[in-house]
């Protein structure tokens, strides 16, 4: 298999898939060519690139248009429904950085070996069943193995759960050509089973699990658990096993991330509770782009073990994309309704609108299972761009990123909702002491507008925007220390701008710092620059 490089992301990518931008049609191939100064069709574009930049020109449209457009150049099946964003746009990620070189362990009912997870090279490393009180069974897989362990073609209910908790955070969307992908598409994948046939979940479980995971972290390369499932026990003011467990594993230098349960009520069971977890509530955002439709979705909350405030976060948990489970009776019957959804038989789209399917072989899904590992994958995400974050720091920049949320009382989301982007920004300038203390960017002081990027891989950075009607290549930054990019004009007047950055002369970068994005038109987003009034 022949790998080249997708010149925009800048990704590894088999040649063959490179060349799948051919697709699209030679209205979007030219507006990428424009957007894109010495790109030609030829170069070829990754897939998740190519359907990043579609979705992006077609949402500008409006939903209708968004809809209609996506079946008429959609690749895998011209009849699929399109019916929720992509995870990565929906969070404003930072598209250089996809969990690579990172573990994340996923604790849950069951798992089966998807292909997001598996193709086209196998990303679970360890499958772990801790359901017996003898201790965990594990089972190793390389990168170019087919990952089998017992039952797992057994297409029971309870592999549906863990399959989609995993693919949500790490699936790289093999069966969309890479569209529904999760933030950490990259990362490598430890799965944990918490139950089987003869038994629910139970405490002691969970606790071999989380013991397990410590006593493997090192050998694992492990960094980031997730725990999409409760406990028996109700919340206690003492710790009790479970949290005993994640401070164990989180002293391993190991992030602990746990979803808040889905009853909107004030009620913790562990390990919800565990002062050590960052614990994870919901938010609606109605699947559409904009912060300002953002609501709090029923999830609880209430204070933990010592009192400790729970959540911590809040990210979305609903309209996520995870797969259908292969094999499944749901599989079939999606497989049959968008055969029979060209007749256009009212039945047929009532039943893909019940079962909330987006193809036959994708579905949205809800519940702080799946806004945990939303979570997970951002801090998959900041740790492969700085492995140097401890559990604390990456606690701390998730929380001063956030945004909270109007009308909510803090209880309810502490501090807000989830800023991939902004999230990762924060971690690569962790490891400048200039810019750790900043949370904003640009930085506008009485007299001038700073502009700074963060990217090692750069020869040559400029930013251009609205101010001067985009003429010219822009403003030339300079490297002030390793991959580090500053520039600064004049204070401007108060007003709204728009501006983006050009890498060494060929790509286009909207500021990954920077969450306010507008559509610019043609394949992607300009950032958002807000200049207030002086005050004398």
Not at 102 to 119: E, K, N, R, S, Y
Not at 193 to 217: H, M
Request: with cysteine; net charge negative.
């Amino acid at each position: 298999m022949t790998v080249d490089v997708c010149p925009f992301c800048q990704h590894p990518t088999p040649s063959a898939q490179l060349a799948e931008v051919n697709w699209l049609s030679a209205e979007v191939l030219t507006d990428l060519a424009e957007h894109n100064p010495g790109w030609r069709s030829a170069d070829g574009a990754c897939p998740g690139c190519v359907q990043e930049a579609l979705l992006q020109m077609l949402l500008a449209q409006g939903h209708a248009a968004l809809h209609q457009r996506i079946q008429q150049v959609w690749p895998l099946d011209a009849e699929a429904a399109f019916g929720a964003i992509p995870t990565p746009l929906r969070l404003h990620a930072d598209p250089r950085f996809t969990g690579r070189g990172v573990a994340i362990a996923m604790i849950d009912v069951g798992f089966f070996p998807h292909p997001d997870l598996t193709q086209p090279t196998n990303r679970i490393r360890a499958w772990v069943d801790a359901t017996s009180p003898a201790g965990p069974q594990a089972l190793f897989f390389g990168p170019d193995e087919q990952p089998f362990w017992p039952g797992w073609d057994a297409r029971h209910d309870r592999q549906w759960h863990g399959t989609m908790t995993a693919t949500a955070a790490a699936g790289n969307g093999h069966l969309s050509h890479g569209l529904y992908r999760g933030l950490a598409s990259d990362a490598d994948l430890v799965l944990v089973q918490v139950r089987n046939d003869r038994q629910g979940i139970s405490d002691e479980a969970i606790v071999r699990a989380l013991q397990w995971l410590a006593e493997n972290a090192g050998a694992l390369g492990l960094r980031v658990v997730n725990i999409s499932l409760g406990g028996a026990a109700r919340v206690r003011l003492r710790r009790n096993p479970i949290d005993e467990a994640v401070a164990a594993l989180a002293a391993c230098n190991v992030v602990v991330t746990a979803a808040a349960g889905n009853d909107g009520i004030r009620v913790l069971n562990p390990p919800a509770t565990a002062p050590a977890a960052l614990t994870i509530g919901g938010i609606d955002d109605h699947n559409t782009f904009s912060d300002e439709e953002i609501s709090l979705w029923h999830s609880n909350y209430g204070a933990g073990v010592e009192g400790v405030p729970k959540p911590e976060l809040v990210a979305p948990s609903i309209w996520v994309v995870a797969p259908v489970l292969p094999g499944s009776s749901v599989e079939q019957e999606a497989l049959s309704l968008f055969s029979r959804r060209y007749l256009g038989l009212p039945e047929v789209e009532a039943r893909i609108a019940a079962e909330k399917l987006i193809t036959p072989y994708y579905q949205h899904v809800d519940g702080t299972s799946f806004a945990a590992p939303l979570v997970a994958s951002t801090v998959a995400c900041m740790l492969e761009a700085n492995p140097r974050l401890t559990p604390a720091l990456v606690r701390e920049i998730l929380l001063r990123t956030a945004h909270a949320l109007p009308g909510v009382p803090s209880e309810q989301q502490g501090a807000g909702a989830l800023e991939a982007g902004m999230a990762v920004s924060l971690a690569l300038r962790e490891q400048h002491e200039s810019l750790a203390a900043c949370t904003s960017l640009p930085f506008i002081t009485r007299d001038r507008i700073e502009f700074v990027l963060h990217e090692h891989e750069a020869q040559d950075v400029r930013v251009s925007g609205s101010w001067h009607g985009w003429d010219g290549p822009g403003m030339a930054l300079a490297q002030t220390e390793p991959g580090v990019w500053r520039g600064d004009i004049p204070r401007l007047p108060a007003g709204e701008y728009t501006y983006k950055f050009l890498v060494d002369g060929r790509r286009w970068l909207d500021d990954p710092a920077n969450p306010n994005k507008r559509w610019d038109g043609r394949a992607g987003f300009n950032s958002v620059l807000f200049v207030p009034l002086v005050r004398q």
